[in-house]
Nanobody
Framework: QAQLVESGGGSVQAGGSLELSCVARGFSHCVLAWYRQTPGQERKFVVKFYTDGAIIWDESVKGRFNASRDNIKDTLWLQLNEAKTEDTATYYC????????????????WGQGTQVTVSA
């Protein structure tokens, strides 16, 4: 059964680091991505992992965050470095069909989200 489960959220001081994970079982043929959302704002992507190895970052975090996709453990990771207060948000992982037609999800599938709060 396919599932997306985020974890690792919490509080961190500005300038610090925090690591998030997303168990993504059943999505090995799909694009996986991290998104984030603040109440009243649209949900925006952070990083996307395509099945051909391509990685696309949002410019707001490019150079500060790190991410990886572990296909053996079916886990997506996001390392928040040099955290800023504006990084405070609920972080979600998502999956959808890219170039690999074996992914059955044409539309985005979402996890439940994990809250990250960056304090000044």
């Amino acid at each position: 059964q396919a599932q997306l489960v985020e974890s690792g959220g919490g509080s961190v001081q500005a300038g610090g680091s925090l690591e998030l994970s997303c168990v993504a079982r059943g999505f090995s043929h799909c694009v996986l991505a991290w998104y984030r959302q603040t109440p009243g704002q649209e949900r925006k992507f952070v990083v996307k992992f395509y099945t051909d190895g391509a990685i696309i970052w949002d410019e707001s975090v490019k150079g500060r965050f790190n991410a990886s996709r572990d296909n053996i453990k079916d886990t997506l990771w996001l390392q928040l470095n040099e955290a800023k207060t504006e990084d405070t948000a609920t972080y979600y992982c998502a999956a959808w069909r890219g170039f690999d037609r074996l992914c059955p999800y044409i539309h985005n599938r979402w996890g439940q989200g994990t809250q990250v709060t960056v304090s000044a």
